[in-house]
């Protein structure tokens, strides 16, 4: 092999900035070092040249871009393209490669730039994966891991995807190594360092996964659940994505016992549902008669809250007279105008109609749960008696509920089906993208 050349020393002239003297060392870089093949192929002039440029005060982007670029090219398990992933030469023995690429992905690690957020997530989680697989050594997988987590609202499911490559593991994919990734991302969150939209990124990058794991038949109950716990539960805004990776992982392993799944189940909050998935859920058969009725419930409160807020905005516009309405203003009382008062008829109008039709929906409804609870108990014997419940049904299908305490959140309510519950679900079937769902 050709001896490489050096790069010629940067030499400032004139008046010429800081910001031009480096771009004329970054072209130079690029020259020397992607396009000579003499030297690209010699790793330590590699090593030396990026050496180099930390020293000239190169940004740290621009230097984790030349690192990447380099590994990309000459390891081809880190360009992210599956199909040029190639073998070992014949004449060359698979320990030997394996030596090979162990060395040079340790060599990649040492000379990352120290600065956050230098070095891509996406080529770090690649970094990580091919680590992994040639056996690198601890230290170095473990502050790629802390790498990955300081950026993990940064990375993508496909990137996330990292096999399991330890003979005693039971999964397809490392899960427990996703796990430690959240804890340590969700460390950074209580400590200040990240902010809650980043949380929110990671907690739906999180839910993604755990769909994906969820098919694994090796997946146990207790690796499912500690990484569905390490997030806390104010980090997701919508709990459908839970629900689905649930939903999926009861599907994919059908010895579940019943009490096992009414642990899963009550990780769920039922009230971040929304009416697709809340409807999804009460058509479940495969969930827990406790949470169906849990969701349904929380769907009764969710429409109670709307029925009173209709109410008190149809009463509020008209004073005692009857005859103006007014606004509240924060200095006192404004006549409101006969255009404002049509809109606000209109709305209330809207609203009672609105009303109206999730009664009717919800009389369906109640029909369906009829059926769904009767099939479960496995007959008339152990059927729910709608009168422990206090619920009296009247001529028109609809229900009076009394007030039962402590059923906010479906505590300290029994297994008893509910009347009429009057939940604001869309019509008729059941949304198309909950069809094609694993259900």
């Known amino acids: 092999m050709k001896k490489a050349p050096s790069p010629e020393p940067v030499t400032t002239h004139g008046n010429h900035s800081p910001h031009s003297d480096q771009e004329k060392f970054a072209g130079d870089v690029e020259y020397y070092s992607w396009f000579d093949e003499a030297c690209i192929q010699d ?21 984790g871009s030349i690192i990447a670029h380099y590994a990309s090219k000459w390891l081809p398990d880190l360009s992210g393209n599956v199909s040029a992933i190639t073998t070992p030469p014949p004449t060359e023995s698979v320990t030997a490669s394996v030596m090979k690429k162990r060395f040079f992905v340790e060599t990649l690690i ?51 995807m990292i096999p399991s490559f330890r003979h005693t593991s039971g999964t397809l994919l490392d899960v427990e190594l996703v796990t430690r990734l959240v804890k340590k991302f969700v460390g950074l969150d209580s400590e200040g360092v990240k902010t809650g939209a980043a949380l929110v990124k990671v907690a739906k990058l999180v839910d993604s996964y755990l769909a994906e794991a969820a098919l694994d038949g090796g997946l146990t109950l207790p690796e499912f659940i500690s990484l569905i716990e390490a997030l806390p539960s104010y980090a997701r805004t919508t709990e459908d994505g839970l629900y689905r990776a649930i939903d999926t992982y009861l599907k994919a392993h059908p010895q579940v016992l019943k009490q096992e799944r009414k642990e899963l189940c009550r990780l769920i909050d039922s009230r971040k549902l929304s009416p697709e998935a809340a409807l999804h859920a009460a058509q479940n058969d495969r969930l827990p008669v406790r949470s169906i009725i849990r969701v349904l ?37 404004r006549c409101l105008s006969k255009r404002e008062m049509n809109v606000q008829q209109a709305e209330i109008k809207r609203l009672r109609e609105d009303v109206a039709r999730l009664q009717s929906e919800c009389s369906a409804m109640h029909l369906q749960v009829e059926r769904l609870l009767e099939k479960k108990s496995g007959g008339s014997k152990g059927f729910f008696r709608w009168k422990r419940l206090g619920l009296v049904p009247s001529i028109r299908g609809s229900v009076n509920v009394e007030e039962m305490p402590n059923c906010e959140n479906g505590e300290g309510f029994e297994p008893q089906t509910p009347g009429d519950m009057k939940t604001r679900l869309v019509k008729g079937r059941t949304p198309s993208r909950w069809r094609k769902s694993m259900s």
Not at 125 to 150: F, I, P
């Open 110 to 160: 040492g000379i990352l730039p120290p600065e956050k957020d230098s070095v891509p997530c996406n080529f770090l989680l690649r970094l990580l994966r091919t680590a992994k697989m040639v056996g690198a050594n601890g230290n170095y997988l473990t502050e790629l891991e802390n790498r990955v987590a300081w950026q993990l609202d940064q990375a993508s499911l496909k990137e996330l």
């Open 297 to 333: 419930f929380t769907e009764q409160t969710k429409l109670s809250r709307h029925v009173d807020w209709s109410g008190s905005l149809t009463r509020s516009p008209t004073n005692p007279s009857g005859s103006h309405y007014f606004e509240q203003g924060g200095s006192g009382a």
């Open 43 to 63: 790793m330590n002039y590699f090593v030396k040249t990026i050496t180099g440029i930390k020293s000239k005060g190169i940004r740290p982007d621009l230097i």
